[in-house]
């Protein structure tokens, strides 16, 4: 993402050819469930709404546990509900263009359909903008200073900024960019941009850092150090510092990622306490949980949550 995009916004305040046709649900599967009336459904009904959509609906969500096409008798099993009732949503749902049915094999898989909505909503998914509005509280309940930054020609760019309840006085502020190699910020983006897009900027940094005979406690200058810290960063999803960017302050920072996981906004805390680094630090926890609500979580990721069964 580039910076010039965020220059003038203010974030503070068809039916598939060769489907097959089956029976669609009849009217008396439409019937507007009562409010407080529970359901046998395996993932609820929404109070006031229509019972079969509900159901159906539970169906389609039960096609991305699955790595690819499906049998009826699989998604049948995995969305807790008869073949039969499986059968008619899924006719529905080719009708639709949400799904489609294999020819030779008879499986079936989302449809043209399923994959515009899914790039729509990915399309008005606006990182910064969500992640801004809910800074202020990270920064309240950490009691730390907080920022967000983007990548820009320049490098990791500061657009959106915190102070938190601690004062903290520091020369970081809009606009303000941080290098790639003693900065947690900068490690961040090393670690989850793709290694065309940063090499330039690190070769540059690791040039200068060699000549001078500069290393860090945790990183030498040179592309095998390089490679260890940024798999440390994306195991642990924390990179940080201990003032060698700005004297005094220590830094934590992770990644916002999108469906691809590449960083969309570094998310980083930072302040007076050297506590801010330690594994058992109530704020580095308050920030891998606020860029994991904030983040696209990837297929792999999908594929392995609690209750999703993969294929």
Do not use: C
């Amino acid at each position: 993402m580039e910076i010039d995009a965020w220059a003038n916004l203010d974030i503070t305040n068809r039916k598939p050819s060769g489907f097959r046709t089956f029976e669609t649900p009849g009217k008396d599967d439409m019937q507007r469930k009562p409010p407080n009336d529970a359901g046998d459904d395996k993932n609820g009904t929404a109070p006031g709404g229509i019972q079969a959509l509900d159901a159906a609906l539970a169906v389609l969500r039960v096609f991305r546990s699955f790595d690819g096409p499906a049998t009826l008798s699989d998604i049948a099993r995995e969305a807790g509900m008869p073949p039969s009732k499986v059968h008619r949503y899924l006719a529905s749902f080719i009708h639709a263009g949400l799904a489609v049915q294999r020819e030779r094999s008879g499986r079936y898989d989302l449809g043209p359909e399923a994959a515009e909505l899914g790039v729509a909503a990915i399309s008005r998914n606006n990182f910064v903008v969500r992640a801004a509005e809910a800074l202020e509280e990270l920064a309240e309940t950490t009691g730390q200073a907080a920022l967000l930054a983007v990548w820009s020609h320049s490098g990791p760019t500061v657009v959106r900024l915190e102070r938190g309840p601690n004062l903290t006085t520091t020369a970081i502020g809009l606009g303000s960019t941080f290098p790639l190699l003693d900065s947690a910020t900068g490690r961040v983006f090393l670690s989850y941009l793709p290694r065309q897009q940063v090499m330039p900027r690190l070769r540059l940094e690791l040039d200068r850092a060699t000549a001078a005979g500069i290393n860090w406690p945790d990183l030498s200058p040179n592309p095998d150090s390089v490679e260890a810290l940024t798999k440390r960063i994306r195991r642990e999803r924390i990179a940080h510092v201990d003032g060698r960017f700005i004297p005094g302050l220590t830094a934590i920072s992770s990644a916002i990622t999108n469906w691809q996981e590449e960083i969309e906004v570094a998310v980083t805390l930072f302040g007076t306490h050297r506590e801010l680094m330690e594994p058992t630090s109530p704020a580095r926890t308050a920030l891998v949980e606020f860029v994991s609500r904030h983040s696209i979580a990837p297929p792999q990721q999908l594929s392995n949550a609690p209750g999703v069964r993969a294929r």
